[in-house]
């Protein structure tokens, strides 16, 4: 009998404090217990939409870590400018390659790669026999080749 009533106060103080934990208002086991797998759904629910807001932060930061590209047209040939807040080790190589597969001749460049990388390069057409290139087709092949060296680079 005494085992019984020890059992019961037990179960009562853990209901009480299951209440308490829950900030549930109710007086039934059954109420306290309900109240109690709401309380932890709407947990489950809120961690999933903090790991929700996680991932959107994880690709914005990803996406601040691409170098910015700005190419525009000049009276002979193209001024390109690539920007990263960070260094970008291989980069350069990766870019000089995409103006040579356009048929670029680098006319003029400077490039820092210390503690971001940087490049300023004049590009020209080599043969001008050969199929027109315009600011956009220069675009696409930089970010093509910054696509490829990130690749090979987070590997």
Not at 3 to 27: E, F, G, P, V
Not at 28 to 42: F, G, P, R, V, W
Not at 66 to 93: D, H, M, W, Y
């Amino acid at each position: 009998m005494v085992s019984r009533k020890h059992k019961r106060t037990a179960m009562y103080k853990n209901l009480q404090l299951l209440r308490s934990i829950t900030n549930s208002h109710a007086h039934s086991k059954t109420s306290i217990i309900l109240d109690a797998s709401k309380y932890i759904e709407d947990l489950k629910r809120k961690i999933d939409v903090m790991n929700q807001k996680i991932a959107v932060a994880q690709d914005s930061e990803a996406q601040a870590s691409l170098p910015q590209i700005k190419v525009e047209a000049q009276e002979k040939g193209f001024l390109i400018e690539v920007f990263n807040k960070r260094s970008c080790c291989g980069l350069l190589v990766f870019i000089l390659e995409a103006f040579e597969e356009l048929g670029l001749d680098v006319l003029q460049a400077r490039v820092s790669c210390s503690d971001n990388f940087h490049l300023e390069a004049m590009g020209a057409k080599v043969n001008e026999g050969d199929d027109e290139v315009d600011a956009q087709v220069v675009t696409e092949a930089v970010l093509e080749a910054i696509k490829n060296w990130s690749e090979i680079s987070e590997k």
